[in-house]
T-cell receptor, first 115, second 112 residues
Framework: DAGVIQSPRHEVTEMGQEVTLRCKPI?????LFWYRQTMMRGLELLIY????????DSGMPEDRFSAKMPNASFSTLKIQPSEPRDSAVYFC?????????????FGPGTRLTVL | AQSVTQPDIHITVSEGASLELRCNYS??????LFWYVQSPGQGLQLLLK??????LVQGIKGFEAEFKRSQSSFNLRKPSVHWSDAAEYFC??????????FGTGTQLKVEL
């Protein structure tokens, strides 16, 4: 299996621009998670989906952030407009959710820098 | 509310020495507990997990962890550290549902 695939791996943009991060979960997995990692706040769950439906988006910082999962094999996290404080590493993870003991598999992350 | 505390931000050990990374949790019932490792520029890789049964859990790369309910702890151990173990280690908890709560991580440095 190819694992969780994220693109791009690195993104540098200017303040005010729209940024779209992409994730392809492991085939057959039914849960998908977006995390953000910063030095100050560590790893934070932004949103997660079960069977393509957003279940908990309480971690999404503000309205500038939005996430979609149009099908079981693709998800996007969009920031519009981007701000320097959005600079972080964004991870996507997926799992086959059957009970709380299942394992989340993480992608390599997208390092976002907003100038 | 659930939380995870990793009291050590940085730890340095000599290659070949034993290692113990501490993790304490707060949760009202028996949690599911995980240890992940993150190498520089990489995503997180699962080392091991506890969800029931034997409180001593074996993982990959020679790591093990022991769940101690009385101490609300899930410490990670390795008897002999290799230079390639240098990385950041995260303890995580899942209560009910599908959300993982992570600790702040422990950065491990291995001296040759």
């Amino acid at each position: 299996d190819a694992g969780v695939i994220q693109s791009p791996r690195h993104e540098v943009t200017e303040m005010g621009q729209e940024v779209t991060l992409r994730c392809k979960p492991i085939s057959g997995h039914n849960s998908l998670f977006w995390y953000r990692q910063t030095m100050m706040r560590g790893l934070e769950l932004l949103i997660y989906f079960n069977n393509n439906v957003p279940i908990d988006d309480s971690g999404m910082p503000e309205d500038r952030f939005s996430a979609k999962m149009p099908n079981a094999s693709f998800s996007t996290l969009k920031i519009q407009p981007s701000e320097p404080r959005d600079s972080a590493v964004y991870f996507c993870a997926s799992s086959l959710f059957r009970n709380s003991a299942d394992t989340q598999y993480f992608g390599p992350g997208t390092r976002l820098t907003v100038l | 509310a659930q939380s995870v505390t990793q009291p050590d931000i940085h730890i340095t050990v000599s290659e070949g020495a034993s290692l113990e990374l501490r993790c304490n949790y707060s949760y009202g019932a028996t949690p599911y507990l995980f240890w992940y490792v993150q190498s520089p520029g990489q995503g997180l890789q699962l080392l091991l997990k506890y969800f029931s049964g034997d409180t001593l859990v074996q993982g990959i790369k020679g790591f093990e962890a022991e769940f101690k309910r009385s101490q609300s702890s899930f410490n990670l151990r390795k008897p002999s550290v290799h230079w390639s173990d240098a990385a950041e280690y995260f303890c995580a908890l899942r209560g009910g549902g599908n959300k993982l709560t992570f600790g702040t991580g422990t950065q491990l440095k291995v001296e040759l």
